[in-house]
């Protein structure tokens, strides 16, 4: 039982450039997260998705994009990455409402040069 | 004010000591409490969670929820060094499924 797997587990962009990263779950969670880890400021919510078919902005959402492909999957897109991005990148899932708690993914460990 | 504060610390028990850790939250709205665990370069884990005034306790570890305070607290017994790690505080409100997390507290627990 994988969870929620997260793709890659460590990136290097120069600034400019764009880039993906992947999430994908098998618990058949309705609700999917972004969240970013930077020191000092915990983690903090980029987008979200609380069922199929919907997303919505979270604490910090400018500067990112998000797909939920299908149920399964939600992706977060950087389009003009900016060395204010780097960070630690966490994809969660959850039943609806979340009211189990989150599973989280092993995270992406994105540098912006 | 933060929504979801914690103190960073480092605390620091002995080994066999109970360990306390704190959060207040500043949404009186607020529904679901949670906390995770953070090992050092993993992602977070849940080790509990409570929605009702009062005390939970699962093994070694006990939520204690007071709405009246907005305080959520964490108690360890008998902590490990294997217990160090960094806990973090999740509060919810609604029905969205969103989680606010405080800055978590480092736990440092000394053989």
């Known amino acids: 039982n994988a969870g929620v797997t997260q793709t890659p587990k460590f990136q290097v962009l120069k600034t400019g450039q764009s880039m993906t990263l992947q999430c994908a779950q098998d618990m058949n969670h309705n609700s999917m997260y972004w969240y970013r880890q930077d020191p000092g400021m915990g983690l903090r919510l980029i987008y979200y998705?609380?069922?199929?078919?919907?997303?919505d902005k979270g604490e910090v959402p400018n500067g990112y994009n998000v797909s939920r492909l299908n149920k399964r999957e939600f992706s977060l897109r950087l389009e003009s990455a900016a060395p204010s991005q780097t960070s630690v990148y966490f994809c969660a899932s959850s039943e609806t409402g979340g009211g189990n708690g989150y599973t989280f993914g092993s995270g992406t460990r994105l540098t912006v040069v | 004010q933060k929504e979801v504060e914690q103190n960073s610390g480092p605390l620091s028990v002995p080994e066999g000591a109970i360990a306390s850790l704190n959060c207040t939250y500043s949404?009186?709205?607020?529904?679901?409490f949670f906390w995770y665990r953070q090992y050092s370069g993993k992602s977070p884990e849940l080790i509990m969670f409570i929605y009702s005034n009062g005390d939970k306790e699962d093994g070694r570890f006990t939520a204690q929820l007071n709405k009246a305070s907005q305080y959520v607290s964490l108690l360890i017994r008998d902590s490990q060094p294997s217990d160090s790690a960094t806990y973090l505080c999740a509060v919810s409100s609604g029905n969205t499924g969103k989680l606010i997390f405080g800055q978590g507290t480092t736990l440092q627990v000394k053989p």
């Open positions: 949404d009186r709205g607020s529904q679901s």
């Open positions: 998705s609380a069922s199929e078919g919907t997303t």
